[in-house]
């Protein structure tokens, strides 16, 4: 049976374009969609016309589908659409002129720097806690991703002399970020550990009990059950240690330039969600401050 173009396109998008396992998932199962719209109007992907891509748009829309998701979804559909047009499959990409319903701006999660401290200076009680406190520190100080620092081998990505971590990230993109000294501290004291637990051929930098390398939803329960044991009131999640490193050092530097570069961003649009944060703490401080913006 011969492949698809869908299927073609995800098997691309997989080895020419070395997308993430994420990633392909995401398009894998926002194409879904458009594949069982295609077979329910008899229709192939490649023929389907502007007006019927509309009235799916609405029918997801009108089944309860988020803004957001309907906005990654025909994304998707678009790159997917265009992949065809450069190979004469179509001669117009049908999600040309097509938009998501709007959704409203949400900030990114940011913890406050007294909350941070509290969790980053609470005293890890046996080896795992150690390689938890370890993994946290990591994430605010250098504003790792949750892949970028579950895929860090301790002998290629970690240079504890240098005082720096190069991972890879989205779109195979190497970058290399700072290692501050409070998180240095932590991976030496983890590094010790690690030496008892890994197993000979593991090259990973964090490791389970039995001594293989860290799934990404272990790293997201512990650093979330670390947040909970030291009593910080909210759940806590990786992005969330990510994005109060970027909102502190904006804060901080006013530098986004420098942010953008730290964070692996390809367009700085999307660092400059954090100058809306910025802003947030600038007015919160205006109105503690200012003599004619405080209540009598």
């Known amino acids: 049976m011969q492949p698809s173009s869908v299927d073609t396109f995800l098997a691309e998008l997989e080895h020419q374009r070395q997308a993430s396992p994420h990633t392909l998932k ?7 969609h458009l594949l069982e719209f295609a077979a329910g109007t008899n229709t192939a992907p490649e023929q389907i016309a502007p007006p019927q891509l509309k009235r799916l748009l609405m029918k997801l829309h009108g089944a309860g589908l988020s803004p957001r998701a309907i906005a990654r979804m ?3 559909w678009r790159t997917y659409y265009r992949w065809l ?3 004469g499959g179509i001669e117009r990409n049908p999600c040309d002129g097509l938009h998501a319903p709007k959704q409203p701006k949400t900030l990114p999660k940011a913890i406050s720097t007294d909350q941070l401290t509290a969790l980053l200076d609470a005293v890890p009680e046996d080896e795992l806690e150690r390689r938890d406190h370890a993994m946290a520190e990591l994430f605010y100080s250098s504003g790792l991703r949750l892949s970028e620092l579950a895929s860090l081998d301790l002998n290629f990505h970690l240079d504890l002399v240098e005082n720096e971590v190069t991972v890879r990230g989205k779109r195979n993109k190497t970058r ?4 501050g000294d409070k998180a240095k501290q932590a991976l030496h004291a983890w590094i010790e550990e690690r030496a008892h637990i890994a197993k000979p051929d593991e090259t990973a930098l964090f490791v389970n009990r039995t001594g293989t390398r860290l799934s990404v939803s272990t790293i997201e329960r512990r650093i979330g059950r670390w947040a909970q044991k030291h009593g910080l009131g909210m759940h806590v999640h990786p992005h969330m240690l990510r994005h109060s490193f970027a909102s502190h050092l904006l804060q901080s530097s006013g530098d986004l330039r420098a942010v953008q570069e730290l964070l692996g961003h390809g367009n700085i649009g999307t660092t400059q969600i954090y100058t809306h944060l910025d802003f947030q703490h600038l007015a919160k401080v205006y109105d503690q401050a200012h003599p004619r913006a405080r209540k009598k």
């Open 176 to 179: 290399t970020v700072p290692v």
């Open 26 to 32: 995401a398009y894998g199962r926002d194409l879904r």
């Open 85 to 87: 047009a450069k190979r």
């Open 74 to 76: 025909l994304s998707a």
